[in-house]
């Protein structure tokens, strides 16, 4: 099993370890034990995880309490889904002394990390992350939330995992659509910090989307190494974190016009051409590079251009009332080359001139 470690900053106490391995969650039970073995575990994971055999795998038959998230999803990140989590922890006669672990993707990781954070002051989590995204994203670097009927993560606290464990094989039973989507952080990753890891992706897609072993492994080693160090140098995201935005601010302005139809990952990916684009007009490109991302995205089967159906002023609209938006206008994450972010006086997310953005929304539009 591949180790290492996040290094929390000065003002937390410790430091998590984040393990990468294949088929090992059969074998975990006894490990989260002799880690956390003074404290009662409490899983959590949903119901589609449930199906997919991951709890029984997890538990081996061993009478814990759990708690299954129920319908799976979006739908249930939401404040109702943390309080019953926590109520079902009291019930459970859980104190402080509990473990939560959680086991299932992003939805599950963020509310049972929340539930942690606001369960008696805070109790440590476990993260097992069993998505692509989850596993390259949202396990690490300690946000946790949910929705509120307003908008997304409205509700919400920096929790860092005590643990993290990726077991790689998990993924296999995950839907195609969502495996695809999940993997363009991983893309995005490359893009941001490590341009020889963006040839490996270029080199390996057909491995990675045959989902074999060996390859997620290097995959989500390379993830998380990239997504630690930038959550270690900023872990409360007042700068350099900024960089994992890359991609997001038209992405999620995109996902929200798409009024969800598209998947995170597939509405970033879509973010992601635009800023290439964006980085055209600002004289960031060299050349080609823009093709290349476009080429691999398009090989893993997420979406380039904009739905057919999305409107552009509703669009922009989107993009200035982006929660990082500073005087009503989002700032841009912007590579200066590939795996590298353009960050000028140490900034790493930057104002971009309006009629950029307009431009670049409308030839988008006109493409699509
Ligand atoms: N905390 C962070 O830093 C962070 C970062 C990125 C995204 N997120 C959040 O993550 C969420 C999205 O994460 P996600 O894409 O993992 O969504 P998800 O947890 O909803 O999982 C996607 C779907 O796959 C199912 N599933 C999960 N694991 C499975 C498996 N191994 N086999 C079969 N089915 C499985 C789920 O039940 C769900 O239906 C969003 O809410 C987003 O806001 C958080
Ligand atoms: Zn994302």
Known sequence: MHELEIKVPASRPGSYKVAVGSGFLANLWPQIKSAFGHRRPF????????????LDTLLGGRPVPHFVIDPPGEVSKNITTAVAIVEAMEKAYLGRDTVVVALGGGTVGDV?????????????????????????DSAIGGKTGV?????????????????????????????????????????????????EYFEFLEQKMDVILDRQGEVLQ?????????KGRVVEADPDERNQRRMLNYGHTIGHAVESASNYRLL?????????????????????????????????????????????????????????????????????????????????????????DRRIVEKVTQSMVDDR
């Open 147 to 195: 929705d509120s009927s307003v908008s997304k993560n409205a509700f919400g606290a920096f929790w860092h995992p005590a643990a993290v464990y990726v077991d790689v094989a998990t993924v296999r039973t995950l839907d195609e659509r969502q495996y695809r989507s999940g993997l363009t952080e991983s893309v995005k990753h490359a893009l941001i910090a490590d341009a």
């Open 43 to 54: 899983v959590i994971a949903d119901a589609n995880v449930v199906a997919a055999g991951h």
């Open 218 to 226: 290097t995959l989500a080693q390379h993830n998380c190494a990239i």
């Open 112 to 136: 049972a990390g929340f539930a942690a954070a606001i369960f008696k002051r805070g109790v440590p989590i476990v993260q097992i992350p069993t998505t692509t995204l989850a596993q390259a």
């Open 264 to 352: 995170h990952g597939e509405a970033v990916a879509i973010g992601i051409v635009a800023a290439g684009r964006i980085e055209i007009e600002m004289g960031l490109s060299e050349p080609g590079r823009l093709e290349r991302v476009t080429t691999l995205l398009s090989r893993l089967g997420v979406p380039v251009t904009l739905p057919p159906d999305l409107d552009a002023e509703k669009l922009i609209d989107l993009i200035r009332h982006d929660k990082k938006a500073i005087d009503r206008w989002p700032r841009f994450v912007l590579l200066g080359q590939l795996g590298r972010v353009h960050c000028p006086d140490g900034q790493y997310a930057l104002e971009v």
